[in-house]
């Protein structure tokens, strides 16, 4: 079983060291990981996902194709948009901006959202025409979660 732990004070620091000797101490056997910087927060990752979603939408509403690929075939499969596949998009655009965090959303750096939305979006709005133009939600756009920070 996992854990995901933020160090971010000496406070938060000295509980993840107890814990390290703690899992040490029961299992003698833990594999650590861990990623410097401000990754992106639980809203932009919610934020990010709903984002994902709208845009699967906008380009199956105007038949956008979405093409994977496949050993079996010589050219790709359509297929309809997805929230995954969009997510792809955006980390092939993510590793980009900020090499060596491509292989996942969670390493996106805090910093770095807004400017691939933004490089994301220009290119929706060019192909589509404006037809998909979709704003990056905000935590005010969905009251459940307004009530929860507000």
Known sequence: ???????????????????????????????????TGRTRSNNQNSAMWKYFGHVAEGLNRIEIP???????????IEVEWTKDLVSKM??????AVA??????TRKCPK???SSIYDIINRKLVD????Q???????????????????
């Open 1 to 35: 079983m996992g854990e995901r732990v933020t160090v971010n004070s000496d406070k938060s620091l000295g509980t993840f060291m107890a814990r390290v000797a703690e899992l040490h101490a029961s299992s003698g056997w833990v594999t650590y990981s861990w990623a």
């Open 111 to 113: 910093d770095k959202v």
């Open 132 to 150: 998909v133009n979709e704003p990056f939600p905000a935590i005010l756009d969905y009251p459940e979660k307004a009530k929860k920070h507000g």
């Open 66 to 76: 979405c093409y994977i690929s496949s050993p079996m075939f010589k050219t790709g």
């Open 90 to 95: 955006w980390l092939s655009v993510q590793e």
């Open 99 to 104: 090499p060596g965090t491509g292989d996942s």
């Open 127 to 130: 192909l589509t025409n404006g």
